[in-house]
Structures are given as C-alpha cells and as structure tokens.
C-alpha cells in the first residue's frame, strides 16, 4: 500500500469524454499511489472501458486534468502512455498462440532487431518468471499449451519488461477457474510488491475484496464513491447500481433477523 505522504503516480481530475452528444465520462477524480492495487468497478456502460482507453492513450479525455508522476500529461497515443509508464494488459491478453513464451515476451521489443540475442531473452524471461513465482513449465513452451492463468501471467510479465509504474489489468480473472484465478491474483500481489500501482478492473467482487487496497465505483460514467477492501458486499452492489434495496441487502436483512431470533 501506499505510505503516509507519498505522492501519487496517477491522479485526475476532472476528466470527462463525450462521443459526440453522449457523455461517456463525467468530471472523473482518480489517484493511484505506488504499492496499491486500486480496483475500478462498476455495471455494464459505467465507463470504466473508456477510462482505460483514456489512460492507455486509446482515447483522448475531451476535458480535465491528467498528472503523471506529479506532472500534467496528454496520453495522444498507446505508445505515450507506454513511454510514459503506464501498460495495460487487455482481456483479450494479444498472445500469439503459435509462438512460445519467450517470443510473446519479447514480441515487438526484441533485444537486437536485426539479430535476436536468444540467450539474453531466456534468462530474463526466466529471470523475471521466478521474480514473480510464476508457474510456467517451460519458457519454450508454446503458449497454445498455456492454460487460462498461465496465459494471463505471460501477458502481466510482458507489460513488466517495459518497467513501468503501473499496470491497467482488465478482467483479468474472467473464465478463470480456481485455481488459476488464485495463481493470478497472488501475480497481482507480487507486482504489488514490487512498488507498481495497479489498476484492476473486474466485475468479481470476491476478486476485488481479495486484493485490492482501494476500491472506486463507477457509475453511469461519473464517481459514485470510493470504498476499503473490507467494506459489505451490499454497500458494493448499492454504490454500483444505485439501488440501497436489491436482493443482497434483503438477504443481509433476513440473515440478520434469524440472527436475532
């Protein structure tokens, strides 16, 4: 988590995007700090899409303020956020399937251009696997091989190689059996650890609670309340759909009353 008077990596405020007449985000407020893992939540059409394209320069905020490392910025493109620090491991992970892990690691950032340093590329991708305790048979193995948590490890290392000072990770425990959703969420812990804020973007509020040191809730595009990791999961589900009276909380409410009974 972040310490007493440490400064932001990311903070924004007052961000909003329109497409044309329909706004998309409204005066958004947002800080990360280094060593926390903030959880982004919210229903369908929140939003919470389009502040990740923002903060991965896929989209251009129509208004507010965007401070990177105490400085104000403007994400104009993916490889300016990249440049910057800021990486993103999208749910759709981009792996190339017929390539083994080594190549999906360095896929676009080889060490020579013109003459692959293979050797080189092994022992990091092996170094930086065993720094994450990851679970990868082989660095040889061709990702089809891969299962679902194993593939999302890949995908989380790669974004490391740039070193940046904080990971976007969207959905990343979606269709995820136990298991592996177990060894991605320990992933997220350790990356934690090494100092990078995360951003963790996941309908899975069991997820969230496991994790995330902060949680912030999206709304039809605008905040609607920040929130600790202990806080109920009828508060959560209240703050994402607006509605203080839903089927959790007349659950809550009759476990309550044969408690009392």
């Known amino acids: 988590m972040s310490t007493p008077g440490s400064a932001p990596i990311l903070r924004l405020n007052g961000v909003s995007k329109s497409f044309g007449a329909v706004s998309a985000l409204t005066d958004i407020a947002l800080e990360v700090y280094p060593g926390e893992v903030v959880a ?9 899409s389009t502040l990740v394209k923002v903060l991965a320069g896929v989209h251009q905020p129509t208004s507010g303020i965007v401070e990177f490392m105490g400085e104000e910025v403007s994400l104009t493109s993916p490889g300016k956020a990249l440049e910057l620090g800021i990486a993103t491991v999208f749910q759709d992970l981009a792996l190339c399937e017929n390539l083994d892990v080594v190549a999906n690691l360095f896929l676009g950032q080889e060490l020579s251009p013109w003459r ?6 092994e022992v990091r991708a092996w170094t930086l696997l065993k720094e994450l305790a990851a679970r990868i048979p082989s660095v040889r193995e061709p990702v089809a091989s891969l299962s679902g948590g194993q593939r999302q490890t890949v995908a989380i290392a790669r974004s490391l190689l740039t070193s940046p000072k904080i990971i976007m990770l969207d959905e990343p425990t979606a269709a995820l059996g136990v298991a592996q959703t177990a060894e991605v969420l320990n992933l997220i812990e350790r990356v934690r650890q090494r100092g990078l804020g995360v951003i963790l973007i996941s309908h899975n509020m069991d997820d969230v609670r496991a994790v995330a040191d902060r949680i912030v809730v999206l709304r039809l595009g605008r905040n609607n309340g920040e929130f600790t990791a202990d806080t109920s999961h009828q508060d959560l589900v209240a703050a994402i759909t607006g509605a203080s009276e839903n089927a959790v909380s007349r659950r809550a409410a009759r476990k309550n009353e044969e408690a009392v009974q």
Do not use: R
């Open 40 to 48: 982004l939540v919210g229903d369908n059409g929140a939003g919470k």
């Open 116 to 121: 692959l340093d293979e050797v080189q590329m």
